[in-house]
């Protein structure tokens, strides 16, 4: 596991993953296309390796993503805000993590 994560460059250092086997650069689009569709595995276009997300990468995510839920729960409960204003928060905040997210998630094809 440790070593998994060493070979992909790290689990936090804000660069898109690479093929693990040819180098080759996934794209954003091609990380976030597995991150919405329930982290589906990546198959690398080059060279057909299929990559796994590592366990580290979804836990961060979810400790990333909960915060944001229960700040809105939060808001809702005590300062009786419309969920519509909730929304207004939590909505910017969704997409920016959809655009951090591909940078810190870390695949392998190491399973
Ligand atoms: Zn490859």
Same mark, same amino acid.
């Given at each position: 596991m440790v070593k998994a994560i060493k070979e992909s =460059? =790290? @689990?936090? /250092? @804000?660069k898109l993953q690479k093929c693990n086997h040819c180098n080759a650069q996934f794209t954003r689009g091609e990380i976030n296309k597995s991150l919405w569709l329930a982290y589906r595995p990546i198959v690398c276009t080059q060279c057909g390796t299929k990559h796994k997300v590592l366990i580290a990468s979804r836990l961060l995510s979810v400790v990333v993503t909960v915060p944001f839920a229960l700040l809105g729960i939060y808001l809702v409960n /005590?300062? /009786?805000?419309?969920l519509l204003s909730v929304l207004s928060i939590i909505i910017p905040l969704t997409l920016l993590a959809s655009v951090i997210s591909p940078y810190l998630v870390r695949y392998s094809d190491d399973y």
């Open positions: =460059g =790290g @689990l936090i /250092n @804000l /005590n300062y /009786n805000q419309s």
